[in-house]
C-alpha cells in the first residue's frame, strides 16, 4: 500500500472509527490517499464497515496511556473524535481526563499533528455543560506541543447524525409544537460532507499551524426556521410552534426523548447548547481548505440529500453506531461457575422442523420493524417505559434492515457477537438495575430439523436488581415463549415456501404473514 501513496499521503490515526463522524471519515481518507489507523476497544465492530479491510487496527482505550502511545506510533496526523456526550454529570471530568491522557501521548510519540472537531462556541455567553466541555477539549489539545487543528462546528446535517434525527422526527411527528425560547436561537448548521472535506484538509496544514477554526454552512437560521425549512423540503405542511418561557431545558430533553429515537441521555445537552448562539465569527479555514467551486452546501440542499439516504437506506453511519453513553459494556459472563455474583437466566429450547438457514435467516432480522416476534403491545409499552426515564426505548430500530454485525443497535439491544449461522448475543441498554443479555442460538439435530437454543440472562446489581427480576419472571414464560415460538413457525413457513431459504432476502418474511397477529 505504502509505494502506492502520493506525495502528500499521511498516516491517520482515527479514533472514534465506529462513531458517526469517524466511520464516515475514514473512507474519505483513504479515497485521498492517506494510510489509515483505527483505534477501538473491540476490533469486532468495524467487520461491518466496507473500508475494515484497509485500515490498521489497533485494540486500545482513551483512558489507557499504554495502549494510546502503541496505537500512535508513527502516526503523522491524529483525529480525536471521541467525546463522553449524555454519560452523566461527570462527562465533564472525563473528557478531560481522556483529553489530558490523548495530549500525553501524543506528544510522546511525536505525533506531527492533531485534529480535533468540537463545538461552535458563542461569544459572550454562558456555555452550556456540552459546548464547555468541548471548549476544554480544544484548549488542552491545543497546549499539547503538538500542532492541533480545533474544528468549530455547530450543528450538523446529515442522515443519521443525532441533531439531524432530532430536527426530523420531531418536524415529522408534531404539526403542533410548544416550544421553548430556544427555538430562536441563531445556528449556523453544516453539512456533514463539509464537514469531512475541512477534517480530510487540515491533514496537510502546516506545521506551523495551531489553532481553532470556525466551520459553517452558508445559511444562518433559528431552530424554528430550520424545522420550517425542513417540513417545506420534505413536503409537509407548514409547522405551527407555539412559544412558551416555562419550557426548561430538563423537560424540553424529556419530550424529545419521547417524540424522537434519540434518548434523553443525550438529547438533554443537544437540548441544553441550543440555547447558545453558535454562528461563525471567522472562515479563515477557507486558506487552507478552499471552498468547492460549487460553494458550500445549503441548508436545504443538506437536508434533500439526508432525506434521500433515508429513504433509500443508504445511511452508511448513525448516531446510535456508538454505544448508548451509559449503557453496560461488560461482556456476558461465560463461566458457569462465575463467582460475580447472582446470574439469573431463563432458558429454552425448541426443535424446529427447518434447516438452520431458515432459522438464522429469521433470526438476522429480529427486531425494528419486524418486532420480537411476542406481544408486540407488550414490547411498546416496555419501549416507553424506558424512554420515560431516559433509555433509548425501540425507536432506534435497526441499522440494516436484513444483516446484523457486532456494535448495531437492535431498539434497546446493542449486538455484542455474531457468529454467522450460528450466534446472535444481544446486551441491553434499557435502564435496568443490573446487566441483561438475550442470547439466540442455531444448532443442527439432524433428520431435516434444527435446535432451537433460547437464553434471557441478567445480573442484578442490589437489592433492587433482584426484585427487579422476580417481579417480571412471572411474564417471561409468556413473553419469551410465545417469541420462541413464533421464531419457530416463522422459520419453518419460511423453509416451505421457498426452496432456498439462504438466498431469501429477509424482506420474504414480511410478506410471509406476522406470526406476532
Known sequence: ????????????????????????????????????RVLVRDP????????AEQVETARGDMADDRSLRAALAGVEVAYYLVHSLGTGRSFETTDRSHALTFAAAARAEHVGRIVYLGGLLPRDEDLSPHLRSRAEVGFILLASGVPTAVLQAAVILGSGSASFEMLRHLTERLPVMVTPKWVNTRIQPIAVRDVLRYLVGAAQLPPEVNRAFDIGGPDVLTYAEMMHRFAL??????????????LSPSLSSHWVGVVTPVPNSIARPLV????????????????????????????????????????????????????????????????????????????????????????WRVLEGIGGKRGWYSFPFAWRVRGLMDRLVGGPGLRRGRTDPDDVHVGDALDFWRVEAVEEGELLRLRAEMRLPGLAWLELRVRKAGSGATLFHQRAVFRPQGLSG?????????????????MQRNIAKAAERLERDHDDPSSVDVRALDALGDPRR
Open 466 to 482: 433482584r426484585l427487579y427480576w422476580w417481579s417480571v419472571w412471572p411474564f417471561h414464560g409468556v413473553i419469551f415463549g410465545e
Open 272 to 359: 441544553e447548547s441550543l440555547r447558545n448562539t453558535v454562528v461563525c465569527r471567522e472562515h479563515d479555514i477557507a486558506q487552507y481548505v478552499p471552498d468547492p467551486p460549487e460553494g458550500l452546501l445549503g441548508f436545504d440542499d443538506a437536508v434533500g440529500l439526508a432525506l434521500a439516504r433515508v429513504r433509500e437506506m443508504s445511511v452508511p453511519t448513525y448516531w446510535s453506531s456508538a454505544s448508548m453513553p451509559g449503557a453496560p459494556s461488560d461482556p456476558l459472563p461465560t463461566d458457569p461457575t462465575w463467582a460475580g455474583g447472582d446470574l439469573y437466566v431463563d432458558e429454552r429450547e425448541r426443535l424446529v422442523r427447518a434447516s438452520p438457514e431458515a432459522l
Open 44 to 51: 469486532g465492530k468495524i467487520e461491518r464497515y466496507p473500508w
Open 1 to 36: 500500500m505504502t509505494d502506492e501513496q502520493g506525495p502528500g499521503s499521511r498516516l491517520c490515526l482515527v479514533t472514534g472509527a465506529t462513531g458517526y463522524i469517524g466511520g464516515r471519515l475514514v473512507p474519505e481518507l483513504l479515497a485521498a490517499g492517506h494510510r489509515v
Open 233 to 246: 423540503v420534505s413536503g409537509l405542511p407548514r409547522r405551527r410552534l407555539l412559544k412558551t418561557p416555562v
